[in-house]
């Protein structure tokens, strides 16, 4: 694994991962849940050795080593992705995304055009406002307070964060079997992602109710939504959604499963996206 930090528009920089150089494999970049580091998932790296891929990835801005970028939006991160890929001497590559990953995931389809060869979205996050989607229904009031605050501005998701909000993910007894292993993983990229300051989780959910500046829809490429059935963070509306909206995707619904323990399935997933390349 190589880390560096790569210069992007605003005087920013954006600190970057990757985990083959120079290897020869399909480039895959990962982009990260909200609030975590870029870090490529690790509970992955040996389907990725067995599959031939090469994860690449970043911090989003205001997270670990990124500068912030107040009102960043999908689309312009999508723009920092491929600052991030031209930096590497990347040209096309798939992309994958877990939670609001998700999301950027298909927001650098949907901007990058034929650069994006296939997109895995796991538990990604449908527009805010979207026609037909009851966008809050179903979520942890954790969630609804988080996003409903985000979506009246920064400065109110600000607020609710200096107030003392703790978010409460109501796991289950079954979410923390999957945190007992490989993919106890993401704790350890959750909390040191807000050592940095809270600015990467605020932007992150701002951005979630914002305009994306990108059209799902206009996806050429061949894309997998997976999602739980029993998702309370991002709903499994959110995922029907997207494939409803979306003519290239594929949903699988998982039955059973949770925001977290979704994951479990994302071997298969970076099967099925490996096959389409």
Known sequence: MIELDVPVSGGRTLH????????????VMWHHGTPDLGAPPEPLFAAADRLGLRWVSFDRPGYGGSGVAPGRTVSSVAGDAAKVADALGIDRFAVVGYSGGGTYALGCAAVLGGRVQA?????????????????????????????????????????LDASGFTYD????????????????????VGQPALDAGPYGQIDDDVSYTLPWGCDPGAIGVPVLLLH???????????GSWLAA????????????????????HAESGLEWLRGQI
């Open 16 to 27: 970057v991962y990757d985990a083959a150089p120079e290897s020869g494999r399909l480039p």
């Open 228 to 238: 739980g059935t029993e998702d309370r963070i991002i709903p499994a509306g959110h």
């Open 169 to 188: 993910c109501e796991f289950t007894p079954a979410d923390l079997a999957v945190f007992e292993g490989p993919w106890g993983w993401l704790g350890k």
């Open 119 to 159: 997109v895995l979205s796991l538990a990604g996050i449908a527009p805010y406002g979207a026609d037909g989607l009851d966008w809050f229904t179903g979520m942890v009031p954790s969630s609804v307070a988080a996003l409903g605050t985000a979506a009246a501005g920064r400065v109110a998701r600000a607020a």
């Open 245 to 264: 909206h979306c003519p290239a995707a594929e949903l699988r619904l998982c039955a059973g499963d949770s925001h977290f323990t979704i994951v479990t």
